[in-house]
């Protein structure tokens, strides 16, 4: 089952991420419901699969530099 949620929680990051519109990173951890860090270790997996994420201050969100299917 931690497997199953995890990949939820992955697939959740990715559709926020694609939509751009995350919020703060505390605001984007808060509403997956985990602590800032496990936000950017979760955003680091997706990296180790070839995703290339940065945020930005002006669109307050993350995004993906270059395009990526999870």
Do not use: W
């Given at each position: 089952?931690?497997?199953?949620?995890?990949?939820?929680?992955?697939?959740?990051?990715?559709?926020?991420?694609?939509?751009?519109?995350?919020?703060?990173?505390?605001d984007?951890?808060?509403?997956?419901?985990?602590?800032?860090?496990?936000?950017?270790?979760?955003?680091?997996?997706?990296?180790?699969?070839g995703?290339?994420?940065?945020?930005?201050?002006?669109?307050?969100?993350?995004?993906?530099?270059?395009?990526?299917?999870?």
């Open positions: 089952m931690k497997l199953l949620k995890g990949l939820e929680r992955l697939e959740k990051i990715n559709h926020l991420i694609k939509k751009e519109c995350t919020g703060s990173p505390e984007f951890a808060q509403n997956l419901g985990i602590s800032r860090g496990h936000l950017y270790r979760l955003i680091n997996v997706l990296n180790d699969y995703s290339s994420i940065a945020y930005s201050r002006k669109l307050n969100s993350f995004y993906y530099q270059q395009p990526f299917n999870f």
